[in-house]
Every structure is written in structure tokens, then in C-alpha cells.
């Protein structure tokens, strides 16, 4: 193999030839049995609270040596809680993540790089199972509230979008039965959408939000303002929870939050309380609506009996001010690097903590490595469902690790860039197949290949966190397990056991990278 490149032939003849010989020891995990819960306790509530753009060093008790932001609130829950300290977001944006939290699958899948665009179309497939459709199906009432942000069938007269009908496409077509919120917080239309309608009549147009590099102007409710966004969806929460309680049926809620994501604009109350900036005023402010979910769950009654989960869905914006703050000592990607959008740790490599009384214990630490796709088979495992081989392909149950198991559930996790570039991992081991960031972070891979840097990067997670030094020449044996492991993840069309799958797009692991795609922001 070449210092600096790689040539994609050779490449995948030794990927396949470590395929077949005794190169790759490892193996695929047996699927577990599906098992009920205890027949004398009822099935648990499940909530699941997304932080958008928040990044792992963001929360205090995560960074205590270079996390300078307050997060009390979700400090308190991490010592309610287990810690996972090896979990990673499907992606390393915001739509694929999402994509992989509720269908339990990759979601380079069904889309190469970038997001859904303005006014997209649904990235679910209609006939596709989701964590919602499963939960559902075994008695679940099934509640999304916030930011949806995975296309919708919107209605047009011509080119034009049509706001005073019913949009299909959206959450309660794709296993939730009630939906509020918005679709993304920096785009049009500027209106809350409850159910299947727009709660109003975007009449007005807004121009560009604050000064947010990436906000669109567009359609807007007379009237609307950025300010009340988050109490509100955070007050439709805690109401959605004190509503369910009063049923005689489990419910799941899927509370996606808007912040710290732009508009980053946080209340009076929190302007300047962090000392640092914006965006640190914008995390303290997120930590207290998830310490208002957490209280309302308490009050209602709930919390014995329901699975509580607090995550990210990929790592902080360094366009939200990140140089500013690592010059003041907060380092929001804590010792790991590059930020959201890239393929090095920083893009998805994010806060996870879950806590549910009588099966996970309070103040304990889980280094297995998981991924956000997990809470699909997760889910099924804990109501005794067992999944189709047509869902769920990249979902491996947590549920031995929420109960204290310490042994690896997967064997790998697949890390995907915003411009589509490829990594994995496997035990100490990561494998990049870009010679940048595959991202925004620098260099990207344009300036790598002007740099002469290899166009393939392996680092020891385990001696090298901060992947720094990159170990490509010095192990292709490695860089050839670990390519084959990728690329039979991406002919079976799933990454667990079961029948093979058709992926939706063409999957290229060695794929270009296209500058627009890769400076593409939502």
C-alpha cells in the first residue's frame, strides 16, 4: 500500500481477500432472543430527549478539565444515571442522525451526504418500520414533539408550496400518533405544525434570523418569534408526559430539541450568564429545559417506571463559536477532534446517558460501544418484540448494557461525514477512508490531498483519542479488516444478522468528496 494513496482497485482486492482468509478473526454477534418484560411490571415509558449540535465536551460532567460551562441539570441526571462513554450518533449531521435514531439503519443507506434540503421530501420510506411504528404496534402510545427535520410530502400549486393543507409525509405517517412542533428551527416556514397542519397561516416573511450564518428567510406566522421556540416545544413535552400519565397505556415520546443548534439566540434570562459566549449562554439555557422534562416526569409520577435517555445528535458547530471558546479554555469536543459535519470524533462522538430505576444503576459508566441506531432493537427487546429482517438492520439492543453487562454488543459502528466520506470502528481501532476531516473541520480533504497527506487514516483509539497519529502505513493489515468489515456491511445491506438487504442509494466507501455537499449547512 502507498504512503499517500491508495489505489481503489488494489484497495478492494485486499479488502477482499482479507474477507476471506483468516485476516478477520472477527465474527457477527449472535442475535439475542426477543424477552417480555416481567409479567408482573407493566412496560416502561420510554423518553428520549436529542440535543441538537451539543457537544460532548458541552456537558460539564464530561469535560471536567476543559469544560467550562455550567450543565446542572443534565450532571444531575448523568448521576441518575449510567454513562456511556462510547456512544456515537448515526452521523455526523442532523437529518441522517435522525434518520438512524427512529429506523434503526445507517442512513447512508438511503442518502449518500448532506441533509434534507428545504421543503425535502420524507427520508423514511413510507412502508418502513420506525422505533414509533414498533412501540405502536405493542401498545405504545407514540408522542413527537420538536424538530422534525426528515422531509415532508408538502403540497404544491405548481411550484409553490401550500401551507393551508394537510402535509402528509411527517411524523404521524411514520409511527407517532401525535406530532408538535417545528420542522427546523432556521428554515421556512416559520410556523408550528401540530399533527399533520400548520397551526397558522405563514402570511408574513421573515427575513434572516439574528445573524445565524445559515437561516433562511421565508414564510412566517404574523408575529412569530425565535425566543419562545424552546419553552414552548419544552412545555408540550412535559404536557404530552402529564397527559400519558392519566392513560392506562405505556407512551414513548421522542422530544427533539431545537438548541443549542441556531438560531442561537437564547432568552434574557440566559444572556451572558456563561461568562464565555453565545453559544455557552444557549447550552446553560438547554440544560435547563431538559431539567424542566426531568422535573415534570418526577411530579407526574413517572420516573420509576420509565426509561429516560439524554443524547446529542452529532457534535457541536465550530461556526457557533468554537475557536472563541477554546481560547477561553472550553474545549466543546472535550480531548476528541474535529466538531460536527466530520468524520473524526468531534462530528459523533456524543453524550449518552440512560436511566431507568431498578435496571440501570446511578453513577455507573458503560465503555461498550454503542450507536444511536441501537434504540430500535432496544426498544423491541424491552417489549418482547422480535424485528423483521426488513427493519432495524443496524440496530443491536443496549438492554444487556442498561442491566450492567460490560461485554461488546457489536462488533463495529460505521461513522459517515456530511459530505458522505466513510469511517468505522472496531474496538481500539478507527478506520477513515478520507485524507481530511470529511467535513468542515481542517484540514478537509481538498487541502489534504494539496497537503500529500494519506488519502486513509487508522489511529489507536485507545493510545490516541485525539487521533493525531495516524497509523495507516504501519498497520495494512488493519486498514484491510477493517475496509472489508465496511464493505460487507455495505453488500449485505445491514450490518446485524438476518437476510441480506437492498440498500436504497448506490454506496461507494471510497467515495469523493463534492465541496458543496461538504460546506452544505443546516
Known amino acids: 500500500m502507498g504512503r499517500h494513496t491508495v489505489d481503489r482497485r488494489s484497495f478492494l482486492k485486499c479488502a ?4 476471506a482468509g483468516p485476516l478477520l478473526p472477527w465474527r457477527l ?46 450532571d444531575r441526571f448523568a448521576r441518575q444515571s449510567v454513562t456511556f462513554t462510547e456512544s456515537h450518533s448515526g452521523s455526523a ?21 448532506g441533509i434534507v434540503g428545504l421543503y425535502g421530501k420524507p427520508l423514511i420510506a413510507p412502508d418502513r418500520l420506525t422505533v414509533a411504528g414498533i412501540l405502536r404496534e405493542n ?14 410530502d408538502w403540497p404544491r400549486q405548481g411550484k409553490d408550496v401550500v401551507f393551508d393543507q394537510p402535509v402528509p409525509g411527517g411524523p404521524t405517517a411514520r409511527g407517532f400518533d401525535y406530532y408538535f412542533g417545528v420542522d427546523v428551527p432556521n428554515w421556512p416556514p416559520y410556523c408550528w405544525i401540530e399533527n399533520d ?36 416545544i419544552t412545555d408540550q413535552a412535559c404536557l404530552y408526559m402529564l397527559q400519558r400519565a392519566k392513560a392506562d397505556k405505556p407512551f414513548f415520546l421522542y422530544f427533539a430539541l431545537t438548541a443549542p443548534h441556531t438560531p442561537r439566540w437564547p432568552t434574557d434570562d440566559w444572556k451572558g450568564k456563561s461568562g464565555l459566549n453565545v453559544y455557552a449562554d444557549f447550552v446553560m439555557e438547554t440544560d435547563a429545559m431538559v431539567g424542566r422534562v426531568l422535573d415534570a416526569i418526577d411530579k407526574a409520577g413517572l420516573a420509576e417506571n420509565t426509561l429516560v435517555i439524554f443524547t446529542s445528535d452529532n457534535g457541536m458547530a465550530p461556526y457557533a463559536g468554537a475557536a472563541e471558546l477554546e481560547a477561553k479554555g472550553h474545549y466543546p469536543s472535550g480531548e476528541f477532534r474535529g466538531y460536527k459535519a466530520d468524520a473524526w470524533d468531534g462530528g459523533h462522538h456524543v453524550p449518552f446517558f440512560a436511566r431507568w430505576p431498578g435496571v440501570t444503576s446511578p453513577g455507573t459508566t458503560c465503555r461498550q460501544l454503542t450507536c444511536h441506531t441501537d434504540l430500535m432493537a432496544t426498544c423491541a427487546e424491552i417489549v418482547g418484540a422480535r424485528l423483521p429482517d426488513s427493519a432495524g438492520e443496524d440496530s443491536v ?3 444487556p448494557l442498561l442491566k450492567g453487562r460490560d461485554k461488546p454488543i457489536r462488533e463495529a459502528v460505521v461513522h459517515h461525514s456530511a459530505s458522505g466520506k466513510f469511517a468505522i470502528r472496531h474496538d481500539k481501532w478507527k478506520l477513515l477512508l478520507c485524507g481530511g476531516s470529511g467535513g468542515w473541520g481542517k484540514p478537509n480533504d481538498a487541502a489534504a490531498r494539496k497537503l500529500g497527506l494519506p488519502d486513509v487514516q487508522l489511529y489507536d483509539m485507545e493510545a490516541d483519542v485525539g487521533e493525531r497519529e495516524n497509523l495507516q502505513d ?18 449485505a445491506g445491514r450490518s446485524t444478522p438476518g437476510a441480506p438487504r437492498k440498500n436504497d442509494v448506490p454506496v461507494d466507501i471510497f467515495k469523493k468528496p463534492r465541496p458543496a455537499a461538504a460546506k452544505k449547512r443546516k
Open 474 to 491: 504501519k498497520h495494512p493489515e488493519i486498514v484491510a479488516q477493517l475496509t472489508a468489515l465496511l464493505q460487507r456491511s455495505v453488500d
Open 197 to 232: 397542519r400548520l397551526q397558522g397561516n405563514p402570511t408574513e416573511r421573515l427575513g434572516i434570523v439574528g445573524k445565524n450564518i445559515n437561516s433562511k428567510p421565508g414564510p412566517a406566522m404574523a408575529g412569530w418569534q425565535v425566543e419562545p421556540l424552546r419553552r414552548t
Open 93 to 113: 449531521v442532523c437529518s441522517p442522525t435522525r434518520y438512524g435514531v427512529l429506523t434503526g439503519r445507517y442512513s447512508w443507506r438511503a442518502l449518500t451526504a
Open 29 to 74: 454477534l449472535k442475535a439475542a432472543p426477543a424477552q417480555a418484560a416481567p409479567a408482573d411490571k407493566p412496560k416502561p415509558n420510554i423518553v428520549f430527549i436529542l440535543a441538537d449540535d451539543l457537544g460532548y465536551g458541552d456537558v460539564q460532567c464530561l469535560n471536567l478539565k476543559r469544560g467550562k460551562i455550567p450543565t446542572p441539570n443534565i
Open 16 to 19: 477482499a481477500g482479507a474477507l
Open 397 to 399: 439492543s443496549i438492554l
Open 139 to 152: 401498545g405504545y402510545h407514540t408522542g413527537c414533539v420538536g424538530k422534525w427535520h426528515l422531509g415532508w
